[in-house]
């Protein structure tokens, strides 16, 4: 899927409105100076408030589809129009705002 790649930095939210950041940056390709993200890094969810709603709070988070055409060290890269999934919740992460410079498949 063609798309913004995602660096560290972007605004990546869960769909309850909590923050996301990738654990482990890749900082061999760089977008606007940051670390791009890798498709096998997990991402840590910080202060989701769906515990107070009675529902699991989003902890985690993994993406299942990244780009298909651009690697680095052999693994694809995070684009805005990737697939993701929280923990445990299921619902994916919301990436809002990324760097607007580079685009991949």
């Not at 760089?30 to 202060?47: F, N, Q, Y």
């Not at 129009?81 to 929280?86: A, E, L, N, T």
């Amino acid at each position: 899927m063609p798309g913004m790649l995602i660096q560290q930095g972007a605004v990546v939210m869960c769909a309850h409105g909590a923050p996301a950041m990738p654990s482990v940056p890749n900082p061999s390709v760089t977008l606007e100076g940051m670390p791009s993200s890798l498709l096998s890094a997990p991402w840590i969810v910080t202060g989701c408030p769906a515990a107070a709603a009675m529902m699991p709070p989003c902890v985690s988070a993994t993406w299942a589809v990244g780009t298909t055409r651009v690697t680095s060290f052999g693994q694809p890269l995070l684009v805005q129009s990737g697939v993701s999934i929280c923990a445990p919740s299921g619902l994916p992460l919301l990436p809002v705002m990324t760097q607007l410079r580079v685009s991949a498949m």
